[in-house]
């Protein structure tokens, strides 16, 4: 088996998103190159191999950190699992225990202030608030705000249809300023910025669909608008498991992280409502 051919086929895999496939490209060029030199073929890969690729990348010079080690086995585990079939994909689990990083959400106070700074009566100030608004609303990443199409907006059941990682779908409520600003926008604002048949819903001055980096002009982490809305919505009651479905998580410990929050909002219950709290 030739393993740059497996390894092209399988990052090209629709179901990689472009940032995951670069990351995943550097992983696996560093792990048969360090095949070839122990001598192993993939198809030798099993706990023993791993393990010492494991220690190999935490020692010496090397010295990567348990974040960037787990995801490149994660890398390798996936290409492994696509190439050879998920029997001959280690059971055991390799990668160290992560650091835990907590998400860093700004207050409502600090995201009313970022939406504030965009507004305007021009087309694209009317643009970048509905974006800013959507974004936090829905709790979106970059990627799902700039590929929403116009029959992605749903203003009678007031929901908005996301295509997110890995092509996966997910329809999320839209709120109402959210939905305020967007009727605005495309009443006011994206008939003047549309040049042809487009039906991107957001649209640049040439007319043309956005990608990410319009979002980072308008907030230089625009993430952290999706960790406000996740928190927010725990802090206001919402469990855990409805959050993994708004956020379109395919595991709840993606959305563990989040715990602390959680954590906290229990602890003000138990202690306004238990008798002996």
Same mark, same amino acid.
């Given at each position: ?23 995943? /490209? ?10 070839? +030199? ?42 492994? !699992? ?15 225990? !992560? ?15 970022? +939406? ?14 509905? +974006? ?16 929403? !199409? ?39 604002? !994206? ?5 042809? /048949? ?44 409805? +959050? ?34």
């Amino acid at each position: 088996m030739k393993v740059s051919a497996s390894i092209d086929r399988f990052l090209g895999s629709p179901g990689l998103s472009e940032s995951t496939r670069r990351a995943y /490209a550097g992983d696996l060029a560093d792990f048969t190159g360090w095949l070839e +030199i122990a001598g192993h073929a993939i198809s030798d890969v099993d706990v023993q191999v791993l393990a010492d690729y494991t220690a190999e990348l935490g020692r010496g010079r090397r010295g990567l950190s348990p974040s960037t080690i787990a995801r490149r086995l994660a890398a390798v585990r996936s290409f492994m !699992r696509f190439t050879l079939g998920a029997a001959h994909v280690p059971e055991i689990a390799l990668p160290p225990r !992560r650091r835990r990083r907590l998400p860093d959400a700004p207050k409502l106070s600090d995201v009313e202030a970022v +939406i504030a700074s965009v507004k305007g009566v021009t087309p694209l100030a009317l643009r970048n608030t509905a +974006i800013l608004e959507l974004t936090y609303s829905c709790g979106l990443r970059s990627a799902e705000v700039v590929g929403l !199409r116009l029959a992605d907006i749903d203003f009678d059941q007031e929901t908005v249809h996301v295509r997110g990682k890995g092509g996966k779908e997910r329809v999320v409520p839209l709120g109402e300023q959210a939905a305020y600003a967007v009727a605005v926008y495309l009443r006011e604002a !994206r008939p003047t910025l549309a040049r042809g /048949a487009n039906d991107t819903l957001f649209l640049s001055v040439r007319g043309r669909s956005l990608d990410t980096s319009a979002l980072r002009r308008l907030m230089q982490n625009p993430h952290r608008l999706r960790h406000a809305y996740a928190t927010h919505l725990l802090e206001g009651g919402a469990d855990l498991r409805t +959050i993994q479905e708004l956020l379109g998580h395919a595991s709840l410990s993606t959305t563990q992280i989040y715990s602390h929050v959680d954590a906290r909002r229990l602890r003000r219950v138990y202690d306004s409502s238990h008798p002996r709290s």
